[in-house]
């Protein structure tokens, strides 16, 4: 197991912690949805990290490095972290462009696909389901989303 494996989720885990230390100053009904969330992040967080401890202690010393479970070998590799971060960047201009639900859409269908997960019969469904679901919760929360400069003409 590679330390940097472990580098990403500690620091979603820290920005997680970060999160719920902010929401002390909100009320009480304004911090209820970023700590429930927040406070699952840390937990996913450290049971990841604990899981990823307990099988490299737990792995004998015989055994090569170089096996591969048969969850990794079926797992699409991707390769390049610099396509995922493009991506993100290009998901943020797109919520200001066309809005949070099209964006969360597109990004939940393209993602994958950069990823190397190419069955479109489960992404689609998948990410229409998730951009409903965030916009959902964001009514439910009176959160306010972005409408996207392209599409707020037409509504007003």
């Known amino acids: 197991m590679k330390y940097l494996d472990l580098l990403a989720p500690g620091i979603i885990g820290i920005i997680a912690g970060a999160m ?12 209820l949805f970023p700590k429930i969330l927040s406070i699952t992040i840390v937990v996913l967080v450290v049971y990841y990290i604990a899981e990823e401890l ?3 202690f737990k792995k004998p010393a015989a055994q090569s490095s170089k096996e591969e479970t048969p969850m990794a070998k079926e797992t699409p590799k991707s390769g390049r972290w610099e396509v995922m971060l493009a991506s993100m960047a290009v998901y943020l201009g797109l919520i200001y462009l066309i809005g949070f ?5 597109f990004y939940g269908v ?5 990823g190397g997960y190419r069955q479109m019969k489960v992404t689609i469904p998948v990410a229409l389901g998730m951009a409903a679901l965030l916009v959902l919760i964001g009514k439910l929360f009176n959160i306010p989303l972005p409408m996207g400069l392209l599409i707020t003409p037409f509504i007003n």
């Open 101 to 105: 639900a099209a964006a969360s859409f």
């Open 20 to 31: 719920l230390i902010m929401t002390a100053k909100l009320g009480r009904t304004a911090s």
């Open 110 to 114: 393209f993602l994958p696909y950069l």
């Open 54 to 56: 307990y099988k490299q």
